[in-house]
């Protein structure tokens, strides 16, 4: 239950990855599409948590109403055009670290082919199915404004709402629970006053790595190039961040 820089990289990283505004919009949409197909097509943000965060985030970002809308009723199936589909890429970083790239594309066969590129142009290396999702989990994260909880207050708190794993940061906290629970968990957790800032389904490593400096610059470097791409949501990994 150590703390690490996880959310502190996400920031940074989120503030360079989602700096054109369009790129930005494509990917929020997609979120929110793919929120509701998890969701089993459940549309309402009061009983789909990932759906209500991604709408929250597409808010944030002053997404159009009209847009949101779109693409919560593409998610249930209720508007024609392009299919999305989900995806799922395994691969190493330098140093041996495992990434797992997730990705929401109409064209498997281009995504696929941009994450290869990037990988083998940066010292990585795209893996088999399995070689590398063994080492993480499926999991339910919610991240909480620590508001001047102490760390003994956030734990009891968590161990009440059925909440499997915690971490720190100087200002949040990181709840694990699993996936089936995590709407029932977040909507206790903030009935127990903690303020929620995201909750999603994640893959958390079981395990971090850790690498040299040097290593490790390469591998985030590696990691923000994969995010810049359209089609791609998120980039987990069992690197162990040094600050």
């Known amino acids: 239950m ?3 820089s996880k959310w502190d990289t996400i920031k940074r990283q989120k503030g360079a990855n989602d700096a ?3 790129q930005l919009f494509t990917k ?3 979120a929110i599409t793919i929120a509701v197909k998890q969701g089993g097509g459940n549309t309402d943000p009061g009983f789909n948590a990932t759906l209500r965060f991604a709408i ?3 808010k944030g970002a002053n997404m159009p109403k009209d847009s949101i809308e779109r693409a919560v009723v593409k998610g249930s199936g209720g508007a024609g055009g392009v299919e999305l589909f989900e995806v799922l890429y395994e691969g190493f970083a ?6 797992l790239v997730e990705a929401v594309t109409d064209k498997k ?3 696929v082919a941009e994450v290869k590129n990037i990988m083998e142009k940066n010292g990585g290396t795209m893996a088999g199915q399995g070689a590398v999702s063994y080492l993480f989990q499926k999991s339910g994260e919610i991240i909480v404004s620590k508001n001047g909880k102490s760390s003994d207050e956030i734990l009891s708190i968590a161990l009440d709402n059925n909440i499997s794993d915690f971490e720190e940061e100087d200002e949040v906290a990181i709840l694990y629970c699993e996936p089936q629970a995590l709407t029932t968990a977040r909507q206790a957790i903030e009935g127990s006053g903690l303020t929620v800032e995201e909750a999603s389904l994640v893959y958390k490593p079981n395990s971090k790595m850790s690498v040299p400096p040097e290593i490790e610059e390469k591998v985030v470097q590696l990691i923000e190039k994969i995010e810049e791409l359209d ?3 998120k980039v987990y990994t069992n690197l162990e961040y040094s600050s």
């Open 2 to 4: 150590s703390g690490h």
């Open 20 to 22: 054109k505004r369009g």
């Open 28 to 30: 929020l949409a997609n």
């Open 231 to 233: 089609d791609v949501q």
């Open 94 to 99: 330098q140093g041996g670290v495992g990434l």
């Open 56 to 58: 929250d985030k597409a």
């Open 109 to 111: 066969q281009r995504t």
